[in-house]
């Protein structure tokens, strides 16, 4: 593991840290320098850990997209959210960006380290400001949020709770003066309540990658996503319902108009071919 270090005197520091309260000294980091990346438009998702469905079908969608456009994904490798932007990402064959809340010797959570390893092989950046050694204390986890929102020019909150620690992270972007948008739920759902208090707030809403782009000043990146094509007419069938946003199983196979059993066989080859994911509960997103 070759750890690099760089001081806030460094000319390789990144310079949108630099200006934020309380800048870190140091920054450790591993895989690519800071600068292949910090010319390109960068996007911060962050959210809650126990995520719903939806929330991970909005998240993957809305990651995916960003990355299929250029866009560097910031996060903090955290449980939820955190992870499935990276991995959805990675999926897209784009470039993530992961801030942890400890020294750089241990990936944590330790179910995450795999799905850091592929960040660092394809062309993303680990980061901490503490250095090999240090645990993650409580208090490290917030102050760890200012450099998830100080390195992206906007932060997308997917889902939020009303008490998520998630909301830490968007002061920190309002204090920095960074855009801060949210992914509205239902308002029946307590895991909404976070993100639909902060478009009350004034926070963006966002309903599709358009509204980001908008924010992102990003005209110059392409209009449409790579699409995923399917082997046959079915498996596009159920592809197309699903790019416009059908996630319920049941629903699917309604509007698919399938028979039960040809309906099941196509959304396993789907699945085993990588095109769509489960997410449980029945419910599907693209892959």
């Known amino acids: 593991m070759n750890v690099k270090k760089l001081t806030i005197q460094d000319n390789a520091y990144p310079s949108p840290l630099r200006d934020i309260a309380g800048p870190p000294k140091?920054?450790?980091?591993?895989g690519a320098?800071?600068?292949?990346?910090?010319?390109?438009?960068?996007v911060a998702i962050v959210g809650s850990?126990?995520?719903?469905?939806?929330?991970?079908?909005?998240?993957?969608?809305?990651?995916?997209?960003?990355?299929?456009?250029?866009?560097?994904?910031?996060?903090?490798?955290?449980?939820?959210?955190?992870?499935?932007?990276?991995?959805?990402c990675l999926d897209a064959h784009g470039t993530t960006v992961a801030v942890l809340a400890n020294g750089l010797?241990?990936?944590?959570?330790?179910?995450?380290?795999?799905?850091?390893?592929?960040?660092?092989?394809?062309?993303?950046?680990?980061?901490?400001?503490?250095?090999?050694?240090?645990?993650?204390?409580?208090?490290n986890f917030v102050a760890r949020n200012r450099i998830v929102a100080?390195?992206?020019?906007?932060?997308?909150?997917?889902?939020?709770?009303?008490?998520?620690?998630?909301?830490?992270?968007?002061?920190?972007?309002?204090?920095?003066?960074?855009?801060?948008?949210?992914?509205?739920?239902?308002?029946?759902s307590p895991a909404s309540v976070g993100t639909n208090n902060l478009i009350k707030v004034g926070a963006t809403p966002v309903t599709s990658v358009d509204d980001i782009l908008y924010v992102l000043n990003a005209g110059h990146l392409p209009a449409e996503p790579i699409r995923r094509r399917g082997d046959n007419a079915e498996e596009q069938a159920l592809l197309d319902l699903l790019y416009r946003g059908a996630s319920d199983g049941h629903e699917l196979l309604v509007q698919s108009g399938l028979p039960a059993v040809q309906f099941n066989q196509v959304l396993t080859m789907l699945e085993i071919s990588g095109k769509i994911r489960a997410l449980g509960n029945n419910h599907w997103s693209l892959k």
């Open 26 to 30: 140091e920054l450790f980091y591993i």
């Open 33 to 42: 320098d800071p600068s292949e990346w910090l010319e390109r438009p960068r």
């Open 49 to 88: 850990r126990g995520v719903s469905p939806y929330g991970k079908q909005v998240t993957r969608r809305l990651s995916a997209e960003l990355a299929e456009r250029g866009t560097v994904i910031v996060s903090g490798l955290a449980l939820g959210v955190d992870g499935i932007a990276h991995e959805a």
């Open 105 to 139: 010797d241990k990936i944590y959570p330790a179910t995450h380290t795999q799905l850091g390893r592929r960040i660092l092989e394809q062309g993303g950046t680990i980061m901490s400001e503490y250095p090999v050694g240090m645990p993650g204390f409580k208090q």
């Open 150 to 188: 100080g390195l992206s020019q906007a932060l997308l909150i997917t889902e939020a709770t009303e008490k998520s620690g998630t909301l830490h992270t968007a002061r920190f972007a309002m204090e920095q003066g960074r855009d801060v948008l949210a992914v509205p739920g239902n308002i029946t």
